[in-house]
């Protein structure tokens, strides 16, 4: 079965420091990741998906993920964090069967200024 | 705004109560699916549907909760006789065929609150 983890609950960081959220998958076959970010009282809204071709994956408002095979790993990175980034960020996985999509956990983000 | 619509946004009820939940999707997406969020947990998915074919349920899918796509628009989920188990946060979403079905956009979800 495929399935994803969020290692952490919550990550704490500091506004303009560099931020990590991590997440690691558990696939038969090639993996399609995905993050996705929930403010309060919102719906999901996608960030980036990996499918395929460069490890390093850019998507919205200056996140990026890198897909790491040997690792099994598809972390979130943002060079530099803002306030506003605070929020609930989910890693998915696409099932191949059915296309539905294995969230995580979630982890939450708290950004300080 | 055309993004994926939910109604209604709160919805209370009271145990043994049926309750209906309305999503419409962006305009031509092929597919929609349905998720359920509780608190501390990420979505889990309950449905999909390809049109108006509804071609997979989840096993949390009991046989209470029905759902529908009439005419490959909007679609329905209805709960039947609710517990307080089913206390959460309802999230449609469609997918666009033109991305391969890869991304899925969702809409701002329906919280359902039994007592």
């Known amino acids: 079965a495929q399935s994803v983890a969020q290692p952490e609950d919550q990550v704490n960081v500091a506004e303009g420091n560099p931020l990590t959220v991590k997440c690691t998958y558990s696939v038969s076959g090639n993996p399609y990741l995905f993050w996705y970010v929930q403010y309060p009282n919102r719906g999901l809204q996608f960030l980036l998906k990996y499918i395929t071709g460069d490890n390093l994956v850019k998507g919205s408002y200056g996140f990026e993920a890198e897909f790491n095979k040997s690792q099994t790993s598809f972390h979130l990175k943002k060079p530099s964090a803002l306030v506003s980034d605070s929020a609930l960020y989910f890693c998915?996985?696409?099932?191949?069967?059915?296309?539905?999509?294995?969230f995580g956990t979630g982890t939450r983000l708290q950004v300080f200024p | 705004d055309t993004g994926v619509s939910q109604d209604p946004r709160h919805k209370i009820t009271k145990r043994g109560q049926n309750v209906t939940f309305r999503c419409d999707p962006i305009s031509e997406h092929n597919r929609l699916y349905w998720y359920r969020q509780t608190l501390g947990q990420g979505p889990e998915f309950l449905t999909y549907?390809?049109?108006?074919?509804?071609?997979?349920k989840s096993r949390l899918l009991s046989d209470r909760f029905s759902a529908e796509r009439p005419k490959g628009s909007f679609s329905t989920l209805e709960i039947q006789r609710t517990e307080q188990g089913d206390s959460a946060m309802y999230l449609c979403?469609?997918?666009?065929?033109?991305?391969?079905?890869?991304?899925?956009?969702f809409g701002q979800g329906t919280r359902l609150t039994v007592v």
């Open positions: 549907f390809q049109n108006e074919a509804q071609l997979e």
């Open positions: 998915a996985v696409r099932d191949w069967g059915t296309d539905k999509l294995i």
């Open positions: 979403a469609s997918s666009p065929r033109s991305r391969g079905y890869t991304e899925a956009f």
